[in-house]
């Protein structure tokens, strides 16, 4: 659901009105409505005594997002399923299938099975388990910008490494983008996912 005038100047302060249409929507009768597809039997709550039937709203005015007019700019989203939900700037819309994966995807779910997942196949040192247990509980906290900053030979991609498969283990995330800034870094970090055993001493790759 989306708001998306020219003269909608502040895209973040549309999103209410985003929610009032979400609120208001009616599926017809030969519609699968988003909750149902999530196996829930009601809509999700709002703040007041109305139900959200389309999950995910959207406010936008077809400028590029700017981080410094970031209010004013690209398209502003808000996932009303949980009222912590709170709305942020996007640099464009989802794509239909990465709105259906956020739709079956369970964050609630994903999270209490990395509470259970062990760490002993990982074979990390003590303080890199504790980087990885950071990692993840600032993401359970809803914290979007984790900075992990590791001295020279402390073992920063067996960290990743061990960061990325519990992640992809749990169903936490779908896909991880592995960053470098020389092609020399990415071809070490390669060899990495092909090397490093993990569980059952598969590697990553595998």
């Known amino acids: 659901m989306q708001t998306g005038k020219r003269e909608n100047i502040n895209v ?8 009032r ?44 997002f700017v981080k410094q007019l970031a209010e004013q700019s690209g398209t502003w ?3 009303v399923r949980e009222p912590s939900n709170l709305a942020k700037p996007l640099p464009d819309f989802h794509s239909p299938q990465g709105l259906l994966d956020k739709l079956l995807r369970s964050k ?14 990982l ?18 906290a809803d914290q979007h910008n984790c ?21 992809l283990k749990a169903e936490r995330f779908k896909r991880i983008l592995f960053l470098v800034d ?8 390669i060899d990495n996912f092909n090397d490093a ?4 001493n598969q590697t990553l790759s595998n």
């Open 77 to 79: 989203f808000r996932d």
């Open 182 to 189: 020389r092609t020399a870094l990415g071809q070490q970090a």
């Open 12 to 19: 973040a302060g549309k999103i209410p009105q985003a929610e």
């Open 21 to 64: 249409y979400s609120r208001g929507f009616t599926p017809t009768a030969n519609m699968q409505s988003a909750w149902q597809l999530q196996g829930r039997t009601i809509a999700w709550p709002d703040h007041e005594d109305g139900h959200y039937q389309i999950p995910y709203v959207y406010s936008c005015n077809g400028r590029p």
């Open 108 to 121: 609630a779910v994903a999270e209490e099975k990395l509470k259970q997942e062990g760490f002993a196949y």
């Open 147 to 167: 900075l992990l900053a590791m001295a020279t030979g402390t073992g920063k991609t067996r960290t990743i490494i061990g960061l990325m498969y519990r992640f």
């Open 197 to 200: 055993p993990l569980e059952q």
């Open 123 to 140: 074979r990390l040192r003590d303080y890199q388990q504790n980087a990885v247990q950071a990692v993840e509980i600032a993401l359970e």
